[in-house]
C-alpha cells in the first residue's frame, strides 16, 4: 500500500517538473513516505530526517516533507521534534501532493492531517516496473484489531468505483503491463461503501464482482489482490478466482493467531477453525493454491501453550511464505494499554521458532515445483546474477533462470524448475520449438 502512495506520489512530482535522483544528498526536495506499522518502522524515519534536516542548515532552500502513516500519527507533534520540516501529510493526502507543496513553495509550512474524501488521481503514478502495477481499490479500514493502528492513520474505508479502477486497469493494459495486484487494507470489505444492493440483499459491489467485470481488459494476463480478511472471505471468491484464469492460485490470508481466546482479544471475529476451513475450501477447488498470512507473536497475555497453538496451525497448513511479527505496542490502540505486555525477550523467542518452523514447511512447499513446469512472468534481471532473469510462477513464487532480460521482460516463459529453496525456485526456459511443415 505504501508502495503503491511512494508510486502516485512521484509521478505527481515528476508530473510537476522534477527529476528523480538517486542520493538523498542531490534532491531539492525529500519525501519521506512512511509506515507506523510497528516501532521500528516509525523510529527509521527520525533517523534519516535527522541527518536531512542538519543538511537544511546548509542548504535552506531544501524542502523537506514527512508523508505517510508517521505524519498521520503525528501530525504537529512532528514538527515540533523536526522544525525544519516543510510539509507533514497523511496518507488521505498523497493525491493532493501538488496543491500542498505549491503552498509549501509560498512560504507555508503545511500540515495535512484532516479525514478527507480521497480524490481520484489524476496524475500518473511513477511505478517502479513495467510488468506488474498496482491498483488500490479501497482505502482506509473499519476494522478494529485491537493491535493494529492503520484505521487510525489511514481512516475509514472507501471504495473506488468499479468503473475508475477498470479505466486504470485499461490504460495499464494499453501501455504493456501484464498482472495487476488489487489492493485494499480489508480487500474483502470491497463496495460495503458504495450505493446499491442485489435483490438477495448482497451487496452491488462485491471483490468478487470486481474480478468479473476486470477480468477481461486486453494486455493483463495475471490478476492478484491483497489482503484478504477471514472474516469475510468468501466461498463465492474461491469459486471466481478457480473459474477466472487470469487471478492469479495465491492467497494471502492473514491469521494473526492460532488461539481462539487470543484471535478475540485482537476483535480479529473469527476463530482458527473458520480459518483451517477457508483453507480447506481453497484447496478443494485449488488443490495447487499458494497460501501465505501474517501472524503476530507475543501479543499481550499471550501464554506459551497460545503461541504453540499458532505453531500447530503453521505445522498443520503450510503456509508458501508466513510474513511474522513479534507484537510491537502502537499509539491509540486499544491493546497497547493493557497490563500483561511480554517481554521483548519471550517475543523474540517466540519470534525465532515460529520463523524456524515457517522456514521448514515452506522448503516443503517447495519440493512440489521439482521438475515441474511452471508459467513465470519475468519482470528483472537477477540483481545478483545478470545472466539470469527473475519472475514470479502464478503461486508467487521467485523463480530464477537464464535468460536475457531485454529479450523476456514482460513475457510468460514455461520454465522447467531444477532447484527448489524455501523461498525462491531456480529452472531454465523450456525450448519452444516452431512446428516444421514437411
Ligand atoms: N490489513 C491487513 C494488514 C495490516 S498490517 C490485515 O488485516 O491483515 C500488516 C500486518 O502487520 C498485519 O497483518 C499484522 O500481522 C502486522 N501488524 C499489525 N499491527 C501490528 C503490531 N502492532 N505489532 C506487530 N505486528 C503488527
Ligand atoms: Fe489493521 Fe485489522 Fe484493519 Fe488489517 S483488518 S488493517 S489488521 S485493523
Known amino acids: 500500500m505504501n508502495k503503491a502512495d511512494s508510486e502516485r506520489m512521484a509521478g505527481i512530482l515528476e508530473d510537476m517538473g522534477f527529476e528523480w535522483t538517486e542520493d538523498p544528498n542531490q534532491a531539492d526536495v525529500i519525501l519521506y513516505n512512511t509506515c507506523t506499522i510497528r516501532d521500528n518502522a516509525e523510529q527509521k524515519v527520525y533517523s534519516y530526517l535527522g541527518r536531512q534536516a542538519k543538511r537544511k542548515h546548509e542548504q535552506p532552500d531544501l524542502t523537506l516533507i514527512v508523508a505517510g502513516c508517521v505524519a498521520q500519527q503525528e501530525g504537529e507533534a512532528l514538527l515540533r521534534r523536526v522544525p525544519e520540516l516543510d510539509l507533514v501529510m497523511g496518507p488521505q493526502h498523497a493525491n493532493r501532493l501538488k496543491d500542498l507543496l505549491e503552498s509549501v513553495f509560498e512560504g507555508n509550512q503545511v500540515v495535512a492531517t484532516e479525514e478527507v474524501h480521497i480524490f ?219 497490563d500483561h505486555q511480554l517481554s521483548e525477550e519471550v517475543k523474540s523467542d517466540r519470534l525465532q521458532r515460529l520463523n524456524h518452523l515457517v522456514n521448514i514447511k515452506a522448503a516443503e512447499r517447495s519440493q512440489r515445483y521439482l521438475g515441474r513446469t511452471e508459467k513465470v512472468l519475468v519482470e528483472d534481471q537477477n540483481s545478483k546474477d545478470k545472466t539470469q532473469v527473475m519472475g514470479r510462477t502464478g503461486g508467487n513464487r521467485l523463480t530464477f533462470f537464464t535468460g536475457d532480460i531485454h529479450q523476456l521482460k514482460g513475457q510468460i516463459v514455461e520454465v522447467k524448475i531444477t532447484e527448489v529453496r524455501a523461498f525462491s525456485l531456480t529452472g531454465e526456459a523450456v525450448e519452444v520449438r516452431q512446428p516444421v511443415t514437411v
Open 120 to 338: 481520484e488521481d489524476i496524475t500518473q503514478p511513477r511505478r517502479d516496473s513495467q510488468v506488474t502495477a498496482w491498483v488500490n481499490i479501497i482505502y482506509g479500514c473499519n476494522e478494529r484489531c485491537t493491535y493494529c493502528v492503520v484505521p487510525n492513520v489511514r481512516g475509514v474505508e472507501q471504495s473506488r468505483t468499479p468503473e475508475s479502477i477498470r479505466a486504470e486497469i485499461e490504460q495499464l493494459g494499453k501501455q504493456g503491463y501484464k498482472e495487476i495486484t488489487l489492493l485494499g487494507q480489508n480487500i474483502d470489505a470491497y463496495g460495503r461503501d458504495l450505493p446499491g444492493s442485489t435483490p438477495e440483499g448482497r451487496h452491488l459491489h462485491t471483490l468478487t464482482d470486481l474480478l468479473y467485470y476486470v477480468h477481461d481488459v486486453p494486455g493483463i494476463e495475471r490478476i492478484r489482490f491483497a489482503t484478504s480478511h477471514p472474516r469475510y472471505f468468501t466461498e463465492r471468491l474461491i469459486k471466481a478466482c478457480a473459474e477466472l484464469p487470469k487471478v492469479c492460485e495465491h492467497f494471502h490470508i492473514p491469521f494473526q493467531s492460532g488461539d481462539n481466546e487470543l484471535l478475540k482479544a485482537m476483535s480479529r471475529g473469527y476463530t482458527h477453525e473458520k480459518y483451517r476451513r477457508i483453507i480447506d475450501t481453497i484447496r478443494r477447488y485449488m488443490p495447487d493454491a499458494s497460501i501465505s498470512a501474517d501472524a503476530i507473536v507475543g501479543f499481550p497475555g499471550e501464554t506459551e501453550a497460545q503461541f504453540e497453538n499458532t505453531l500447530k496451525l503453521v505445522e498443520d497448513i503450510g503456509f508458501d511464505l508466513l510474513n511474522t511479527a513479534a507484537y510491537s505496542p502502537r499509539p491509540g490502540t486499544p491493546a497497547a494499554l493493557w
